[in-house]
């Protein structure tokens, strides 16, 4: 593999620094968010009620943020290391294979970051009806369900990618 310039090695390290921190988020998100129901009907828990669920759903409000920010971060800096990079994607399949992949997920994570989008606009306004957070929370588990298992399993195997290269041609 060639010498990449300087500023491909920087959008490299922001993209892999970014896209640690957006794991780590996802995770984070995704265990404080099913620990507000229970059951596949995701009926809110019991110790869940009026007076303390507006609490809950601000202290959960940082890891929405983070997972918001860092995934738009990731997706900027990856697309910049691509292109100032100027590696072959034909002598370089690793790349290629984490680039189609990123390409794939991008539609389905965005669709998710919308709806992520009108959750944080809700509970940053402060004044929100916590009904209407529950239900979008809801709806984010329920539409595509599997997805974000899939994405993270998707995403850590970047890192086999990455470290290893494999599917490269030698030049």
């Known amino acids: ?85 100027k590696l072959k994607l034909r002598s370089n399949g690793w790349l290629f294979i984490i680039l189609i992949a990123t390409i794939i997920f991008i539609p389905f994570e965005s669709y998710l970051m919308l709806i992520d989008y009108k959750i944080i606009v809700l509970l940053i306004s402060g004044s929100f009806d916590s009904n209407h957070v529950i239900g979008l929370l809801r709806d984010r588990i329920k539409d595509l369900s599997s997805f974000p298992i899939v994405a993270l399993l998707t995403f850590i195997s970047f890192y086999y990618f990455i470290v290893f290269k494999p599917l490269s041609k030698k030049e």
Not at 37 to 66: K, M, W
């Open 1 to 85: 593999m060639k010498e990449l310039p300087t500023i491909s090695k920087v959008f490299a390290v922001i993209a892999l620094a970014s896209m640690s921190v957006w794991i780590g988020s996802y995770f984070a998100r995704q265990f404080l968010v099913y620990q507000l129901f229970e059951g596949p009907d995701l009926i809110l828990r019991s110790y869940l009620n009026e007076t303390n669920i507006s609490g809950v759903l601000t202290a959960i409000l940082p890891s929405i943020i983070i997972h918001f920010i860092t995934f738009i971060i990731f997706i900027l800096s990856f697309f910049l290391f691509v292109v100032t990079s």
